[in-house]
């Protein structure tokens, strides 16, 4: 039997994803590092949606929006607040949230910029290299933050890309800490811990009571000794610190105790949003009165299911089940 919980309210960049299975060949004329993630204009953005082998499927992403996604079809309660612009995309983008029970209430719109989009390119061993457009996201102004988009909310989500901005930041886990939530925080990808490594220690040390990293990033907050030592370093700043593993599974950690879960390996087509829906998956056990354990096991089915299908978009099929083996 679940515990009562309250709302979990997501807070990143509204994208619509462009999923794209390409060759290594392909992958190899994209400037950048493989497995990476960079930010792109619009003109950079089109370019290479007009190379692409086939036209790519949309869905609804950006990390935080997954985590709240799939934390909403487990059946917890839960809203985004994230930006679009006033077109087509961010309307679709909207009602496919709403669709999957996450309220919209806290958006907020641009009346010119488009919607932001980020490009997966997908190679055949599924890994994804990501390139991303923010567009209306990048527009988010500390001022449109208010106390009515952190109402009824007992967490608060936040992705890592948000520290490029850093007073919208601030504003952010301010606002969270003052309505009386906890704090999570995903750390998004190596890139941001190293430009942002000192504001993110300064700000996990006061703010975050949750801090999610991938075996790269944890490393990358270490200085590059290695993900043991991003976990130690990431435990001293935060109540519990998770590095996600992949197919080696998770640790998590909390009080000097570190906590070891498996993951459920399956073959997988496509790793895209596997991080963020383990997360989903370990805030509706947290939330919900699971311990450490328990919790992680809940990510690590969730994980388990997104890595099955192109994009971060679990069918609809596939919730009974996962509701049923992560049920409290």
């Not at 909403?72 to 949230?97: I, N, S, V």
């Not at 988009?149 to 890309?161: I, L, Q, S």
């Not at 370093?233 to 935060?238: G, K, N, P, V, W």
Request: with cysteine; aromatic share 6%; glycine share 12%.
């Amino acid at each position: 039997m679940s515990t009562p919980a309250g709302k979990l309210l997501g807070v990143g960049s509204a994208l619509v994803d462009e999923l794209a299975h390409v060759s290594e060949a392909f992958l190899a004329t994209v400037p950048g590092r493989k497995g990476g993630t960079e930010l792109v204009d619009y003109s950079a953005m089109s370019a290479l949606l007009g190379r692409l082998p086939a036209v790519p499927v949309r869905a609804p992403g950006g990390s935080a929006a997954n985590t709240v996604v799939g934390f909403a079809r487990l059946g917890g309660a839960a809203a985004m607040l994230a930006k679009t612009g006033d077109d087509e995309a961010g309307r679709y983008y909207r009602q496919a949230l709403a669709a999957a029970g996450v309220s919209v209430a806290p958006f907020k719109c641009h009346p010119a910029e488009p919607t932001g989009r980020c490009l997966s390119l997908i190679t055949p061993d599924s890994q994804r290299t990501m390139r991303t457009f923010l567009g209306a996201a990048a527009t988010l102004a500390p001022a449109e933050i208010t106390p009515a988009d952190f109402a009824g909310c007992a967490y608060v989500h936040v992705e890592g890309y948000q520290l490029f901005n850093p007073e919208l930041m601030r504003r952010i886990l301010t606002m969270a800490r003052q309505a009386g939530c906890r704090v999570s925080l995903d750390l998004a990808a190596p890139e941001v811990v190293r430009a942002c490594r000192d504001l993110l220690a300064e700000l996990m040390d006061q703010h975050v009571d949750v801090v999610f990293a991938n075996e790269d990033e944890a490393s990358e907050f270490a200085g590059g000794r290695g993900e043991e030592a991003g976990l130690a370093a990431l435990a001293e700043l935060c109540d519990i610190a998770v590095v996600k593993l992949g197919v080696r599974g998770a640790w998590i950690r909390q009080g000097g105790r570190t906590v070891p879960v498996k993951a459920h390996v399956v073959p997988a087509v496509d790793t895209t949003g596997a991080g963020d829906l383990w997360g989903a998956g370990f805030l509706y056990g947290l939330l919900h009165g699971a311990d450490l354990a328990r919790a992680g096991d809940c990510g690590a089915r969730l994980s388990s299911a997104v890595v099955r299908v192109t994009g971060a978009v679990i069918p609809d099929a596939e919730w009974a089940r996962l509701r049923a083996e992560c049920h409290l």
